[in-house]
């Protein structure tokens, strides 16, 4: 932190800390707007239902516990029992209400919570007489709300509603303005500080400002009026409130410290203060022991902390308790600064701390993290460094390492080596647990993190065992396992697929649908919905992979229409799996060569992806650079190249930001979208820049090739013919062989894996080889390769089936690759044979690259 100097607006006589004024529970400002959230409300605790569950979601600062506790204090006005429920008091929750008596019980940084606020839930969900609702206030409905549900049946059925809650935006009022509502909250922070009420101009965040920056705005304008009656209007910058009342505190701090004797002498010299109380925000100590071994720990790495004076320090910094009594999105950039500042600090809180306090100080960076992998935050590092190092001192406990990983952002690319790691901690923290159901979750969230950071093949034996001890529960507990079976199912389905095993993964898909149309057929809450619109996509995906496409359309529309449904309930929730729905479904109608109906669906992809990359890029970067490349492709297979270049361009940079945070996933998707950008510049004309970045997607290719060869050489392959097929434009027969003779190796090991596959590929590259021959007048070359295309090609366009029709343009292209290497070689009669028999199959179809 900068050094400590005098506020504008700070006396020595007002030594209380003004930022506790904020407190929601202190409700200093009068509650304004979220008239539809409160009447939403007001209805929810009517409603006959005997218990009831809802969510209180969005961002720091933007009001969910003020607008939560103002629920409360209406329903005690109405003559309820309002009870806060604490960390660790979810137990004794439903004992201290009376029988008979409807409650409301508040269950703040829900996301934090270990399984008792599950036990909480079971517990009442299992009836009691008068009403009871659990309002539950969390920054999203994330990893450990879905957890949540999957504790139990009635749980689940509990938390329906709770699942069409949306997130607080931040405007509170129609046509927000936000001067208007620093004006409104002066005059109140006036009188609680007992100073006159002073003008202000405010200089409002464009887009709106969230409650909390509001407020401070006024708030500091009241501090800085303290120095004497205004002689004018005082100017209020929104943005820059936060800052200017942190400063407010640390005098706080310093005069509250000189009053308890504590600044100085034996106590700390100023130069250690902050330090100290970043450590207490960090760790939450709670006793006057915990606060006595922080202050000696953090003595080691701050210079100027005195041990003769450890007991007072520890009183003041009870006292001052800032992790409980401060506004988070206020004190965390003084945490972060300070553990940057003094990079030994983190491990001196940590070394020695109590397994609750190290509990504390992992979930607190990861809500640092969280906020600063927002868009509104792009200098993400040091967050994410401590947050690594909180992790890596969380003791072996499962539930604590469970609670830290369900409160990370999801899905999170900058976050998923981190969450693969703690999954796997989680995991290990079990050993032979005897309980099947802890321990089959265990190696679900396992499976799903390593996948999710590029380690399907590390993934894939935990994700088994999963799916076998959910098969066994299942067969004792239908009702509460066979929805866990479902989705497992699915899970091992995305990580075949990610490893290539395209058919493995369409069985188990369609088994994980065919379960979850029975259990979503049969389930009032909807919660099954979401599952079957994901297995819904992920097996229109497989099915497309295995080269039928027109296949894939139905399940993949299918999807759409659930995913769409499932959005105008929660758009924050479900438009990403709409998102994706409808990149699959216009990829699919390109694939399939009806480019005019893949644009409507792949624009509103793009529409929809742009949102939500502009708001979360960390979670959703991904998948904008599909619907890039999907609209791209679709726009070139129209024949608008012009009009494609701009998004296969912003495809490839989006794709090179998600492959440098995650390399393992999305490395592939990076070679894909090089190959489509270098195809279509080069077929524009711009030779020099497509072939350099057609080049680098094979050296991407080779790259991944090195690392699993099975999965990887079918895009290796196609690489290289695309750049043997770019050469052949160019009229570069030599350099086209040299990539075409290597592509058609690897399309021949493919073909001998796979045949019904890819025969039809390393025909076409075999057609290739004898057209470079060709050109390169090396007729009796040529022959050889021509020949063997025509005879698999002939092979296919005679089987009986569908397919066949599809194989008859590359036979016609054969064919004449053939009847031309002939010639070359004046045998004029076999060439005129071949000749007509091409011209009998019609004109080849002509298509750019491979």
Same mark, same amino acid.
């Given at each position: 932190?900068?050094?400590?100097?005098?506020?504008?607006?700070?006396?020595?006589?007002?030594?209380?800390?003004?930022?506790?004024?904020?407190?929601?529970?202190?409700?200093?400002?009068?509650?304004?707007?979220?008239?539809?959230?409160?009447?939403?409300?007001?209805?929810?605790?009517?409603?006959?239902?005997?218990?009831?569950?809802?969510? &209180?979601?969005?961002?720091?600062?933007?009001?969910?516990?003020?607008?939560?506790?103002?629920?409360?204090?209406?329903?005690?006005?109405?003559?309820?029992?309002?009870?806060?429920?604490?960390?660790?008091?979810?137990?004794?929750?439903?004992?201290?209400?009376?029988?008979?008596?409807?409650?409301?019980?508040?269950?703040?940084?829900?996301?934090?919570? /270990? +399984?008792?606020?599950?036990?909480?839930? #079971?517990?009442?969900?299992?009836?009691?007489?008068?009403?009871?609702?659990?309002?539950?206030?969390?920054?999203?409905?994330?990893?450990?709300?879905?957890?949540?549900?999957?504790?139990?049946?009635?749980?689940?059925?509990?938390?329906? +509603?709770?699942?069409?809650?949306?997130?607080?935006?931040?405007?509170?009022?129609?046509?927000?303005?936000?001067?208007?509502?620093?004006?409104?909250?002066?005059?109140?922070?006036?009188?609680?500080?007992?100073?006159?009420?002073?003008?202000?101009?405010?200089?409002?965040?464009?887009?709106?400002?969230?409650?909390?920056?509001?407020?401070?705005?006024?708030?500091?304008?009241?501090?800085?009026?303290?120095?004497?009656?205004?002689?004018? &209007?005082?100017?209020?910058?929104?943005?820059?409130?936060?800052?200017?009342?942190?400063?407010?505190? #640390?005098?706080?701090?310093?005069?509250?410290?000189?009053?308890?004797?504590?600044?100085?002498?034996?106590?700390?010299?100023?130069?250690?203060?902050?330090?100290?109380?970043? $450590?207490?925000?960090?760790?939450?100590?709670?006793?006057?022991?915990?606060?006595? =071994?922080?202050?000696?720990?953090?003595?080691?790495?701050?210079?100027?902390? %005195?041990?003769?004076?450890?007991?007072?320090?520890?009183?003041?910094?009870?006292?001052?308790?800032?992790?409980?009594?401060?506004?988070?999105?206020?004190?965390?950039?003084?945490?972060?600064?300070?553990?940057?500042?003094?990079?030994?600090?983190?491990?001196?809180?940590?070394?020695?701390?109590?397994?609750?306090?190290?509990?504390?100080?992992?979930?607190?960076?990861?809500?640092?993290?969280?906020?600063?992998?927002?868009?509104?935050?792009?200098?993400?590092?040091?967050?994410?460094?401590?947050?690594?190092?909180?992790?890596?001192?969380?003791?072996?406990?499962?539930?604590?390492?469970?609670?830290?990983?369900?409160?990370?952002?999801?899905?999170?690319?900058?976050?998923?080596?981190?969450?693969?790691?703690?999954?796997?901690?989680?995991?290990?923290?079990?050993?032979?647990?005897?309980?099947?159901?802890?321990?089959?979750?265990?190696?679900?969230?396992?499976?799903?993190?390593?996948?999710?950071?590029?380690?399907?093949?590390?993934?894939?034996?935990?994700?088994?065992?999963?799916?076998?001890?959910? %098969?066994?529960?299942?067969?004792?507990?239908?009702?509460?396992?066979?929805?866990?079976?479902?989705?497992?199912?699915?899970?091992?389905?995305?990580?075949?697929?990610?490893?290539?095993?395209?058919?493995?993964?369409?069985?188990?898909?369609?088994?994980?649908?065919?379960?979850?149309?029975?259990?979503?057929?049969?389930?009032?809450?909807?919660?099954?919905?979401?599952?079957? $619109?994901?297995?819904?996509?992920?097996?229109?995906?497989?099915?497309?992979?295995?080269?039928? +496409?027109?296949?894939?359309?139905?399940?993949?529309?299918?999807?759409?229409?659930?995913?769409?449904?499932?959005? %105008?309930? =929660?758009?924050?929730?479900?438009?990403?799996?709409?998102?994706?729905?409808?990149?699959?479904?216009?990829?699919?109608?390109?694939?399939?060569?009806?480019?005019?109906? $893949?644009?409507?669906?792949?624009?509103?992809?793009?529409?929809?992806? #742009?949102?939500?990359?502009?708001?979360?890029?960390?979670?959703?970067?991904?998948?904008?650079?599909?619907?890039?490349?999907?609209?791209?492709?679709?726009?070139?297979?129209?024949?608008?190249?012009?009009?494609?270049?701009?998004?296969?361009?912003?495809?490839?940079?989006?794709?090179?930001?998600?492959?440098?945070?995650?390399? /393992?996933?999305?490395?592939?998707?990076?070679?894909?979208?090089?190959?489509?950008?270098?195809?279509?510049?080069?077929?524009?004309?711009?030779?020099?820049?497509?072939?350099?970045?057609?080049?680098?997607?094979?050296?991407?290719?080779?790259?991944?090739?090195?690392?699993?060869?099975?999965?990887?050489?079918?895009?290796?392959?196609?690489?290289?013919?695309?750049?043997?097929?770019?050469?052949?434009?160019?009229?570069?027969?030599?350099?086209?062989?040299?990539?075409?003779?290597?592509?058609?190796?690897?399309?021949?090991?493919?073909?001998?894996?796979?045949?019904?596959?890819?025969?039809?590929?390393?025909?076409?590259?075999?057609?290739?080889?004898?057209?470079?021959?060709?050109?390169?007048?090396?007729?009796?070359?040529?022959?050889?390769?021509?020949?063997?295309?025509?005879?698999?090609?002939?092979?296919?366009?005679?089987?009986?089936?569908?397919?066949?029709?599809?194989?008859?343009?590359?036979?016609?292209?054969?064919?004449?690759?053939?009847?031309?290497?002939?010639?070359?070689?004046?045998?004029?009669?076999?060439?005129?044979?071949?000749?007509?028999?091409?011209?009998?199959?019609?004109?080849?179809?002509?298509?750019?690259?491979?």
């Amino acid at each position: 932190m900068s050094p400590l100097s005098s506020p504008a607006g700070a006396t020595v006589a007002h030594v209380t800390s003004p930022a506790r004024l904020l407190a929601p529970a202190r409700r200093t400002v009068p509650f304004l707007g979220r008239t539809a959230e409160r009447a939403s409300f007001a209805a929810w605790c009517e409603d006959p239902r005997p218990v009831s569950v809802r969510l &209180v979601s969005g961002p720091r600062g933007v009001g969910k516990t003020r607008l939560a506790r103002e629920v409360a204090h209406e329903r005690a006005h109405a003559g309820w029992t309002c009870l806060d429920v604490p960390d660790g008091a979810e137990a004794a929750a439903l004992a201290a209400v009376p029988d008979g008596a409807p409650a409301l019980l508040l269950v703040d940084d829900a996301e934090r919570r /270990g +399984p008792a606020l599950a036990d909480l839930l #079971r517990t009442a969900a299992r009836g009691r007489n008068g009403a009871l609702r659990v309002l539950l206030v969390a920054r999203d409905a994330g990893v450990w709300f879905d957890r949540l549900a999957a504790t139990d049946p009635d749980v689940r059925a509990l938390l329906g +509603p709770a699942r069409s809650d949306r997130a607080l935006r931040p405007e509170v009022l129609p046509g927000q303005v936000d001067a208007r509502l620093v004006t409104a909250f002066v005059g109140p922070y006036a009188q609680a500080l007992g100073v006159p009420v002073p003008r202000v101009a405010v200089a409002s965040v464009p887009g709106g400002a969230r409650m909390l920056d509001l407020q401070a705005a006024a708030l500091c304008a009241v501090l800085r009026s303290q120095t004497g009656p205004p002689a004018g &209007v005082l100017p209020v910058d929104v943005s820059d409130a936060l800052d200017e009342l942190l400063e407010h505190e #640390r005098w706080s701090w310093f005069r509250s410290a000189e009053e308890e004797g504590v600044l100085g002498g034996t106590g700390f010299r100023p130069e250690a203060m902050d330090a100290l109380v970043a $450590a207490a925000t960090l760790t939450g100590v709670r006793t006057q022991d915990a606060a006595e =071994n922080l202050v000696r720990r953090v003595a080691s790495v701050v210079p100027g902390v %005195q041990d003769a004076g450890r007991a007072g320090v520890a009183r003041w910094l009870l006292a001052l308790d800032p992790a409980r009594a401060l506004p988070a999105r206020l004190l965390d950039p003084h945490l972060l600064a300070e553990l940057t500042d003094t990079p030994d600090l983190l491990a001196a809180c940590l070394t020695g701390a109590s397994p609750a306090s190290a509990r504390r100080a992992a979930l607190r960076m990861t809500a640092v993290a969280a906020e600063r992998l927002d868009a509104r935050c792009a200098e993400h590092g040091p967050a994410l460094d401590r947050l690594g190092a909180a992790v890596a001192a969380l003791p072996p406990e499962h539930d604590t390492l469970r609670a830290v990983s369900g409160a990370f952002p999801h899905p999170s690319l900058a976050l998923g080596e981190l969450r693969a790691e703690l999954a796997s901690r989680t995991l290990g923290a079990l050993g032979a647990a005897p309980d099947g159901a802890r321990l089959a979750e265990a190696r679900h969230d396992a499976g799903v993190a390593l996948r999710e950071a590029g380690r399907a093949e590390d993934a894939e034996p935990h994700e088994r065992r999963a799916v076998s001890q959910f %098969q066994r529960l299942a067969g004792a507990d239908p009702r509460r396992f066979r929805p866990r079976l479902a989705v497992q199912l699915a899970h091992l389905a995305a990580t075949c697929a990610e490893q290539g095993r395209y058919e493995e993964a369409r069985d188990l898909a369609g088994q994980a649908v065919a379960l979850l149309r029975l259990l979503a057929a049969g389930d009032a809450t909807g919660a099954a919905w979401p599952e079957l $619109a994901t297995a819904l996509t992920d097996l229109a995906a497989t099915t497309a992979a295995l080269g039928d +496409p027109a296949a894939a359309l139905a399940p993949g529309r299918e999807a759409v229409e659930v995913w769409r449904r499932l959005a %105008q309930e =929660n758009p924050e929730r479900f438009v990403p799996g709409l998102a994706r729905a409808l990149a699959g479904v216009a990829r699919w109608l390109v694939d399939l060569g009806r480019a005019a109906e $893949a644009i409507g669906p792949a624009a509103e992809s793009l529409g929809l992806s #742009r949102d939500l990359a502009a708001t979360d890029p960390d979670a959703h970067l991904p998948g904008l650079g599909d619907a890039l490349s999907v609209t791209g492709s679709a726009l070139v297979e129209q024949g608008d190249d012009e009009e494609a270049v701009p998004y296969l361009t912003e495809a490839v940079a989006t794709h090179r930001r998600t492959a440098e945070e995650n390399p /393992g996933r999305y490395l592939p998707d990076l070679a894909r979208s090089l190959q489509a950008l270098g195809t279509t510049l080069a077929a524009r004309g711009e030779t020099r820049e497509g072939v350099a970045l057609q080049l680098e997607a094979v050296e991407v290719r080779r790259r991944l090739v090195a690392g699993d060869r099975d999965r990887h050489l079918p895009g290796l392959a196609g690489a290289l013919s695309g750049v043997g097929a770019t050469y052949s434009r160019l009229d570069r027969p030599l350099a086209a062989l040299d990539a075409e003779r290597e592509a058609t190796r690897a399309w021949r090991e493919l073909a001998a894996r796979d045949p019904e596959r890819y025969r039809p590929r390393l025909a076409r590259s075999l057609t290739t080889v004898s057209a470079s021959f060709a050109a390169l007048r090396l007729g009796d070359e040529a022959v050889a390769p021509a020949s063997e295309a025509v005879v698999l090609l002939r092979d296919l366009a005679g089987s009986p089936g569908p397919d066949a029709e599809r194989h008859r343009a590359p036979l016609a292209e054969a064919l004449r690759a053939l009847a031309l290497a002939l010639h070359d070689q004046e045998r004029f009669g076999e060439a005129q044979e071949v000749r007509g028999e091409a011209e009998d199959l019609g004109t080849p179809m002509v298509r750019r690259g491979n």
